[in-house]
């Protein structure tokens, strides 16, 4: 099994700065590409940022130039730094991640239990 355990969230001002971390865990053997996802209430789950293994980006455009997404792959973990925030951003946002336990089967998806933010005056 894998687990994935976001950390990070909270409540910021408008304007200011969090950064989240996802850390993934138990029998791994390469994950893939991993990102970052948001929902906030009423609305539906939506891609905020994701990155391959090597390093390449997809953000969304309500986030361009304000978040930025990295990973460390040999601490199996990905990161979003988040500037500027706006009272918009605010939702739980979840880590999700492509896994492969074992090289003679498919990958897998997976998701953490989510961390809320909250941008807010």
């Known amino acids: 099994q894998v687990q994935l355990v976001e950390s990070g969230g909270g409540l910021v001002q408008p304007g200011g700065s969090l950064r989240l971390s996802c850390a993934a865990s138990?029998?791994?053997?390469?994950?893939?590409?991993m990102g970052w996802y948001r929902q906030a209430p009423g609305k539906q789950r939506e891609l905020v940022v994701g990155i391959t293994r090597g390093g390449s980006t997809n953000y969304a455009d309500s986030v361009k130039g304000r978040f930025t997404i990295s990973r460390d792959n040999a601490k199996n973990t990905v990161y979003l730094q988040m500037n500027s925030l706006k009272p918009e951003d605010t939702a739980v946002y979840y880590c999700?991640?492509?896994?492969?336990?074992?090289?003679?089967?498919?990958?897998?998806?997976?998701w953490g239990q989510g961390t809320q933010v909250t941008v807010s005056s």
């Open positions: 999700n991640a492509g896994v492969i336990t074992n090289p003679f089967l498919p990958e897998h998806e997976y």
């Open positions: 138990g029998s791994i053997f390469r994950i893939n590409a």
